[in-house]
């Protein structure tokens, strides 16, 4: 089993920066493939960011390709999403994944996300 909690969401001003957060429980997690995905309201959940556990990453092109940076720290079971020229477009609760696939379909384990805010 793997808990996975997220942090760092708030509310930033339009061109500001966060870095979200995301800490995996158990020894397994260099094992992980861990991804970020996130919700706006009444929009369905849509992918953002993926890196495998051999460290391949993966991004969603159209909006967030060069604004946002997925990585990982193995020593502190950790994934971190680094967002910056943020853009109200932006404004959803974030969600951590996580899988032992390589490039999982379908996550398996989820975090109870953490909302960032982007006022304009």
């Known amino acids: 089993q793997v808990q996975l909690v997220e942090s760092g969401g708030g509310l930033v001003q339009a061109g500001g920066s966060l870095r979200l957060s995301c800490a995996a429980s158990?020894?397994?997690?260099?094992?992980?493939?861990l991804g970020w995905f996130r919700q706006a309201p009444g929009k369905e959940r849509e992918f953002v960011a993926t890196?495998?556990?051999?460290?391949?990453?993966?991004y969603r092109t159209d909006s967030v390709k060069g604004r946002f940076t997925i990585s990982r720290d193995n020593a502190k079971n950790t994934v971190y999403l680094q967002m910056n020229s943020l853009k109200p477009e932006d404004t959803a609760v974030y969600y951590c994944?996580?899988?032992?696939?390589?490039?999982?379909?379908?996550?398996?384990?989820w975090g109870q996300g953490t909302q960032v805010t982007v006022s304009s």
């Open positions: 994944a996580a899988d032992f696939e390589e490039y999982p379909g379908d996550y398996i384990y």
């Open positions: 890196i495998s556990w051999r460290s391949t990453i993966i």
């Open positions: 158990g020894p397994t997690f260099s094992r992980l493939s």
